[in-house]
């Protein structure tokens, strides 16, 4: 029998502290605004929160570029606000996971300020410095947001490696004072309470010590940094490491996000010997799109198919069963919505069509994520004006694809924003129909999104019938049956291209779920539930069909093997 754990069991729900609920009206979420909105969560009944960072920053990738991971980011509020969340929390039995992002520090962290001052200084190898190669930049590499990934440092006339923006330095794992301080850092967290960590970038902590060029990308000007950056000759060495050294000491659920991972590499990252995490997010059924049909970069105007996505997912199921744990998600706060990205945000289908995916995903094996407003069929933005972007990605790419290298017009960068930016997840969570969606009493530091008034939680609440409901619906069946949790996952009707289908086995207890999605607006041809006796777990539609799945039908179905 599978080894159980309170992780396997869980559902996640994500907070992006900036944009959940301003509580003193200044446009910026805080932390005395999620303390508020925990009733919401109970209700929803997820089991813990990954929190964005709530570090000090500046800001420069909103948090994720931390100055010191020992303080409270001063407009989410102070550690007096933390801890008093973090004991409601657990007061109302939900857990906290932090995320944690040490790949790099900002470049205003104490640690940096001292490296770049002289070559001698004893924090120079926190960072990784290499001097110039004919004048120019140590090799090819371009960083994750546009432009070199390496920035020259005026005081020494050396460069210092930022896989992201330029105001955050890679740490320089190899050094092993940065791992006592990283890891002292974490045990101090975890002495506080907190029940785990969401590790940033994980997968890219051990870098190729050689730095080659990589290979010239689209663009012709940059390489790419990725073979030599990503699952890096130590990673797992260090996360081995920083097992024994504070995981193995306490009950966390951890889980590494993980770029450029493998399904060979998840089975390390993850195994089930418990040696270094318990899960990895994996980028595949994210990333396939982007490649095939980019305009540029990451921006791209295509949809993705059921099939690829399914192809993708069902690998991830097949290959990972006993050897390692499947983390579950379709959006986060680096991706577009879900439901535009993969449903249909059309005001007809949205419901139905966010049901259903949540059903596909949910009924999968692993830890599912939920990402805030999901839970509402939160939509896709539509940016008229690059002045509408805040997020440094978007900025970083216009400003060198449009107006530098002039490869693509405004329109069509505009349109990729609308489709696959990252603001799309960061508009302010859609509380009720009062201005500002009751975000703020202020001025939202990023617009709201126009369809407030249609999408909210409090209209959510009222209506039994709402995506809100039909979560609090899947959860609450995930913690009711192991066969959702442990089931083996046999994939059902892999020729179709429009219908998602699989099952799930638990032959300690004879279950078996039936599973399937229509994917499409069209009525679709599926059979397997036809003369099948069983119990009807969950589906968006009231009235079924024999033989038929109707336009974004989802149905689960309960029964006993034979
Ligand atoms: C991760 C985060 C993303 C951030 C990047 C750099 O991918 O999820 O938001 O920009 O790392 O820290
Ligand atoms: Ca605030």
Same mark, same amino acid.
């Given at each position: 029998?599978?080894?159980?754990?309170?992780?396997?069991?869980?559902?996640?729900?994500?907070?992006?502290?900036?944009?959940?609920m301003d509580s003193n009206?200044?446009?910026?979420?805080?932390?005395?605004?999620?303390?508020?909105?925990?009733?919401?969560?109970?209700?929803?009944?997820?089991?813990?929160?990954?929190?964005?960072?709530?570090?000090?920053?500046?800001?420069?990738?909103?948090?994720?570029?931390?100055?010191?991971?020992?303080?409270?980011?001063?407009?989410?509020?102070?550690?007096?606000?933390?801890?008093?969340?973090?004991e409601e929390a657990h007061?109302?039995?939900?857990?906290?996971?932090?995320?944690?992002?040490?790949?790099?520090?900002?470049?205003?962290?104490?640690?940096?300020?001292?490296?770049?001052?002289?070559?001698?200084?004893?924090?120079?190898?926190?960072?990784?410095?290499?001097?110039?190669?004919?004048?120019?930049?140590?090799?090819?590499?371009?960083?994750?947001?546009?432009?070199?990934?390496?920035?020259?440092?005026?005081?020494?006339?050396?460069?210092?490696?930022?896989?992201?923006?330029? !105001?955050?330095?890679?740490?320089?794992?190899?050094?092993?004072?940065?791992?006592?301080?990283?890891?002292?850092?974490?045990?101090?967290?975890?002495?506080?309470?907190?029940?785990?960590?969401?590790?940033?970038?994980?997968?890219?902590?051990?870098?190729?010590?050689?730095?080659?060029?990589?290979?010239?990308? %689209?663009?012709?000007?940059?390489?790419?940094?990725?073979?030599?950056?990503?699952?890096?000759?130590?990673?797992?060495?260090?996360?081995?490491?920083?097992?024994?050294?504070?995981?193995?000491?306490?009950?966390?659920?951890?889980?590494?996000?993980?770029?450029?991972?493998?399904?060979?590499?998840?089975?390390?990252?993850?195994?089930?010997?418990?040696?270094?995490?318990?899960?990895?997010?994996?980028?595949?059924?994210?990333?396939?799109?982007?490649?095939?049909?980019?305009?540029?970069?990451?921006?791209?105007?295509?949809?993705? !198919?059921?099939?690829?996505?399914?192809?993708?997912?069902?690998?991830?199921?097949?290959?990972?069963?006993?050897?390692?744990?499947?983390?579950?998600?379709?959006?986060?706060?680096?991706?577009?919505?879900?439901?535009?990205?993969?449903?249909?945000?059309?005001?007809?289908?949205?419901?139905?069509?966010?049901?259903?995916?949540?059903?596909?995903?949910?009924?999968?094996?692993?830890?599912?994520?939920?990402?805030?407003?999901?839970e509402l069929g939160m939509?896709?933005?539509?940016?008229?004006?690059?002045?509408?972007?805040?997020?440094?990605?978007?900025?970083?790419?216009?400003?060198?694809?449009?107006?530098?290298?002039?490869?693509?017009?405004?329109?069509?960068?505009?349109?990729?924003?609308?489709?696959?930016?990252?603001?799309?997840?960061?508009?302010?969570?859609?509380?009720?129909?009062?201005?500002?969606?009751?975000?703020?009493?202020?001025?939202?530091?990023?617009?709201?999104?126009?369809?407030?008034?249609?999408?909210?939680?409090?209209?959510?609440? !009222?209506?039994?019938?709402?995506?809100?409901?039909?979560?609090?619906?899947?959860?609450?069946?995930?913690?009711?049956?192991?066969?959702?949790?442990?089931?083996?996952? %046999?994939?059902?009707?892999?020729?179709?291209?429009?219908?998602?289908?699989?099952?799930?086995?638990?032959?300690?207890?004879?279950?078996?779920?039936?599973?399937?999605?229509?994917?499409?607006?069209?009525?679709?041809?599926?059979?397997?539930?036809?003369?099948?006796?069983?119990?009807?777990?969950?589906?968006?539609?009231?009235?079924?069909?024999?033989?038929?799945?109707?336009?974004?039908?989802?149905?689960?179905?309960?029964?006993?093997?034979?």
């Amino acid at each position: 029998m599978e080894k159980r754990a309170w992780w396997k069991e869980a559902v996640i729900y994500q907070i992006y502290p900036r944009s959940f609920m301003d509580s003193n009206g200044d446009g910026v979420g805080d932390l005395e605004g999620i303390r508020q909105k925990l009733p919401y969560l109970e209700q929803l009944g997820i089991d813990v929160i990954w929190l964005s960072p709530v570090y000090q920053s500046p800001n420069d990738d909103n948090g994720y570029d931390i100055s010191d991971y020992r303080d409270i980011m001063t407009e989410f509020g102070t550690m007096a606000d933390f801890d008093r969340m973090l004991e409601e929390a657990h007061e109302r039995g939900i857990r906290i996971v932090m995320d944690l992002v040490v790949n790099h520090t900002s470049d205003e962290h104490a640690w940096f300020i001292e490296s770049r001052k002289s070559k001698e200084n004893p924090y120079r190898d926190y960072y990784i410095w290499k001097e110039p190669k004919d004048g120019k930049e140590p090799n090819n590499w371009e960083s994750s947001f546009s432009g070199p990934a390496w920035e020259l440092d005026e005081a020494t006339g050396m460069y210092y490696l930022h896989c992201f923006s330029k !105001k955050q330095p890679d740490l320089n794992w190899e050094n092993p004072k940065v791992r006592d301080e990283v890891f002292d850092m974490m045990t101090w967290w975890c002495e506080k309470g907190i029940d785990g960590f969401r590790m940033d970038v994980i997968s890219m902590i051990s870098k190729v010590q050689s730095f080659p060029d990589g290979e010239l990308k %689209k663009d012709g000007v940059f390489g790419d940094m990725s073979p030599y950056v990503c699952n890096g000759p130590r990673v797992h060495e260090y996360l081995q490491e920083m097992n024994r050294r504070v995981l193995s000491h306490y009950d966390l659920l951890t889980v590494g996000e993980a770029a450029g991972v493998t399904i060979d590499e998840a089975k390390k990252y993850a195994n089930t010997d418990g040696t270094e995490l318990n899960m990895v997010f994996q980028f595949e059924h994210m990333d396939a799109l982007q490649q095939s049909e980019s305009v540029v970069g990451k921006w791209t105007l295509a949809k993705p !198919k059921m099939e690829t996505v399914r192809e993708i997912l069902n690998r991830w199921q097949i290959r990972l069963e006993g050897n390692a744990w499947n983390s579950l998600y379709l959006d986060n706060h680096d991706q577009p919505r879900a439901v535009s990205r993969f449903g249909n945000d059309d005001p007809q289908w949205r419901a139905l069509s966010a049901k259903m995916l949540a059903t596909c995903l949910h009924m999968m094996k692993g830890t599912p994520y939920i990402y805030q407003g999901e839970e509402l069929g939160m939509t896709n933005m539509h940016f008229t004006d690059i002045s509408d972007c805040r997020d440094i990605e978007e900025l970083n790419a216009y400003h060198q694809y449009v107006e530098e290298f002039k490869m693509v017009s405004a329109e069509t960068m505009l349109a990729c924003f609308d489709n696959v930016a990252r603001d799309n997840a960061r508009t302010p969570m859609q509380w009720d129909g009062s201005e500002n969606a009751g975000f703020t009493g202020g001025t939202p530091w990023i617009a709201v999104n126009p369809n407030y008034k249609e999408i909210n939680a409090e209209a959510a609440l !009222k209506d039994p019938e709402s995506i809100f409901h039909y979560y609090q619906k899947l959860i609450r069946l995930r913690h009711e049956n192991p066969v959702i949790v442990y089931g083996i996952f %046999k994939p059902l009707m892999e020729e179709s291209k429009t219908v998602y289908a699989y099952e799930r086995i638990l032959a300690e207890e004879g279950k078996k779920l039936i599973v399937a999605c229509n994917w499409t607006m069209e009525k679709q041809p599926c059979a397997l539930f036809d003369n099948v006796e069983g119990e009807e777990l969950i589906s968006n539609y009231k009235e079924h069909i024999p033989g038929m799945l109707q336009p974004y039908e989802a149905r689960v179905m309960l029964k006993f093997s034979e």
